[in-house]
């Protein structure tokens, strides 16, 4: 079977705080994410690359499973691979302890940069500002940990990254009962798989992801007033939702339209008339209004 370089700078992350970990990646290859990003909860996070064994990922992670440090593995790992001069891999155990390689064979510029419970790597690229961009971007970020991996990939897009183009870009976070309704582990999956800005496109998604199954913040719920009633049923009434007049009360048939809209719009986690059914989160109503073109007079 013929193997393909992957010219693809990724990073591999712990949080101890969230209890999670994470792969993100980006790469001028198709799919990139299928290959490169595996992660395990309680176990921990690889990036697999260059001329890419997909071994590394599940075998990996199997290791750290059972108790192995990243350090362990990657030696069992690269003992068992005759062609390991041409891997270039970073791995996070499950206590957040990091290791990288780049085989002598990997394609230039190659390389890698540990810090504290992360790994950059990447190989083919415009150079080591890649990199280093990557782990300042990760360490001074706010947010959760899909949030700092994305402003990682971010930084090394901006700066450099793959020296003969862009094409896809990946992240993938996984945590105890992380997934959702709290069933699995796969808190999200996220992939740009081929476009001419695929970071870009992918920070968005994640974006989207916080938006619909995120939880609203206390400060962001409104009371529904008369000028906001009437915005969303002049929307439930023009998208047929909504059969009653337009009289800005937030009754029982209004509410009962909304829920039905709700459901088709995948806002359950955001409103539902069981929980707080006369304060609506804030963004919502922004995204009502961007989406559906609403005037935001009044608000």
Same mark, same amino acid.
């Given at each position: ?20 970990? !994470? ?41 750290? $499973? ?12 690269? $003992? ?30 190659? !390389? ?9 790597q990447g190989n083919i690229l415009t150079g080591g500002n890649t990199l280093e961009a990557m782990a300042e971007a990760f360490e001074t970020a706010d947010g959760e940990l899909a949030d700092r991996l994305i402003a ?107 829920? $039905? ?39």
């Open positions: 079977m013929r193997q393909i370089y992957f010219s693809t700078y990724s990073i591999a992350a712990f949080d101890p705080t969230e209890h999670a970990w !994470g792969v993100a990646v980006a790469s001028k290859f198709l799919a990139a994410g299928a290959v490169v990003a595996w992660a395990q909860a309680k176990a921990g996070a690889i990036a697999t690359q260059a001329l890419a064994n997909v071994t590394y990922g599940p075998e990996g992670l199997a290791m750290m $499973a059972a108790g192995l440090t990243a350090e362990q593995t990657l030696e069992k790992l690269l $003992a068992g691979d005759p062609n390991h001069a041409h891997r270039q891999v970073g791995l996070v155990d499950k206590n957040g302890g990091v290791v990288a390689y780049t085989g002598r064979e990997c394609n230039g510029w190659a !390389g890698h940069k540990i810090g504290k419970g992360y790994t950059c990682a990939l971010l930084a090394g897009d901006t700066v450099g990254g793959d020296s003969r183009g862009k094409q896809a870009a990946a992240v993938y976070v996984v945590k105890p009962n992380g997934g959702y309704g709290g069933d699995n582990e796969y808190y999200l999956d996220l992939r740009v798989d081929d476009d001419p800005d695929p970071v870009h496109r992918l920070a968005g998604l994640v974006k989207l992801h916080h938006f619909f199954f995120g939880a609203s913040k206390a400060e962001d719920l409104l009371p529904v007033d008369t000028s906001i009633a009437i915005e969303i049923q002049t929307v439930l009434k023009r998208l047929d939702y909504y059969q009653h007049g337009i009289n800005g009360q937030w009754d029982e048939a209004t509410r009962s339209a909304f829920w $039905a809209f709700c459901g088709v719009e995948n806002l359950e986690e955001r409103w539902s008339p069981d929980k707080h059914p006369e304060l609506l989160d804030r963004v919502v109503l922004e995204f009502i209004r961007e989406r559906f073109g609403v005037s935001n007079e009044g608000f």
